[in-house]
């Protein structure tokens, strides 16, 4: 049979265009297209398999996605945003002005909304898994792996808990005046598909100054060199321009030389040392020192202390040692059960001088502060499983 072949490589333009349609009328055989050279050199999947991310973690039944540091909500198929902060339990108008949008504006499925402040915390009762924001594995293991070891040394069988949702905290950007999806993913290193997913935004990409996107949780990062081999007659490649991971620039755009380094904040001290507790106090401090972290219920159900490596840890009130066990980061975890169903946790500790079930002594030494960056103790008080804030009993 014989083939009518057409060539359509990277010299066709669009003015020889009459002249094709022409050729092909006139073939009257099968047709056989010629299109090498006319997909940008070729299929190249190296842009897709530079950052592979996670999915999005499923809310609760709310919409609410709950992290340490921030919490969204996801709309749901018709939804408003007025019907959404109803349901999350936010004035309208708040929500409203934080995301700069109308209470009445239409949302699509699988928008994220921030919330500007944070609500009941996901938790079987409103269809989560666990109660609590979704954390890292690591922090989730403290209290896992201390709570089985509990669970096994008490006399009667503890009722199962659910496995808490783990995962790691999304970097929250806020779109500013030029951005596109398309900028914002190759900032990130991320997919425009996958930002489009997490965020439910439309087939366009279609952004809002002002608007809050979670950037996609990159699970793998592939830095395989890609084949740079040029063939014959091939040119040299375009270099990326600026503004392909940079906003657009203003009409009028500001003088370089008035542009100032905006100096990154640092960390906060706390400033609050432990000092001696009172005689009258349930418990007295583990260790003497700076509090470098204080209590927040569901982000750090403790107290961190921050106290040179090799300090002397000490019971924080007089008990029976419930559990001595280790995480997969290598973390000792220490806990003792007081009376009133109270128990103290006491982590990054080495040197343990205790043995589980045995009795100790307010003040007791039972450890030492093992070498960890930055060197502290992380000390917890929990009624029954709840986390309470420890300074109630200290102070």
């Known amino acids: 049979m014989a083939v009518c072949r057409v060539s359509l490589r990277s010299g066709f333009r669009v003015g020889t265009s009459l002249s094709v349609l022409a050729l092909l009328a006139a073939c009257s055989e099968p047709l056989d297209l010629d299109m090498r050279g006319l997909m940008n050199g070729g299929f190249n999947t190296a842009d897709a398999a530079r950052a592979a991310t996670a999915p999005r973690p499923q809310p609760d039944d709310r919409g609410v996605i709950s992290y340490p540091n921030y919490q969204v909500a996801v709309a749901r198929r018709g939804d408003t945003l007025a019907q959404l902060a109803a349901r999350v339990g936010l004035p309208a108008d708040e929500l409203a002005r934080y995301n700069g949008v109308q209470t009445g504006d239409p949302l699509r499925a699988g928008e994220i909304i921030a919330l500007p402040r944070r609500v009941a915390e996901p938790s079987p009762e409103t269809g989560a898994i666990s109660t609590g924001p979704i954390r890292p594995a690591s922090e989730i293991d403290i209290t896992t792996l201390a709570g089985d070891a509990i669970d096994r040394s008490a006399p009667t069988p503890a009722a199962e808990r659910p496995t808490p949702q783990t995962g790691s905290e999304p970097i929250r ?135 040179s490596v090799g300090t002397t840890v000490k019971a924080a009130a007089s008990g029976q040692v419930a559990a001595i066990t280790r995480n997969t980061d290598g973390i000792n975890i220490l806990v003792i059960r007081h009376p009133d169903n109270l128990l103290s946790v006491y982590t990054h500790v080495d040197n343990i001088t205790v043995a589980k079930g045995d009795a100790v002594s307010r003040g007791q030494s039972i450890a030492k502060v093992a070498d960890f960056e930055p060197s502290r103790v992380h000390f917890e008080v929990r009624k029954g499983f709840d986390s309470v804030d420890p300074m109630g009993y200290l102070r």
Do not use: C
């Not at 699970?219 to 395989?224: I, K």
């Not at 007659?233 to 003088?255: M, R």
């Not at 542009?259 to 349930?282: D, F, V, W």
């Open 173 to 307: 950007h806020q779109v500013k005046r030029g951005e596109t999806a398309f900028t914002i993913s190759r900032l990130y290193n991320v997919s425009v598909r996958s930002l489009a997913e997490w965020n439910g935004l439309d087939s366009s990409f279609t952004l809002r100054e002002g608007q809050y996107l979670l950037i996609p949780v990159v699970t793998a990062a592939v830095s395989t060199p890609e084949d740079t081999t040029q063939l014959p007659g091939t040119g040299s490649p375009t270099p990326e321009p600026p503004s392909a991971s940079q906003p657009l620039p203003e009409e009028i755009p500001a003088a370089a030389a008035t542009t100032t380094a905006t100096a990154a904040a640092p960390i906060a001290n706390l400033g609050k040392q432990t000092g001696a507790s009172a005689s009258n106090a349930a418990m007295s401090f583990p260790v003497q020192g700076s509090i470098i972290r204080e209590y927040a219920k569901g982000r750090n159900d403790g107290i961190d202390i921050g106290a």
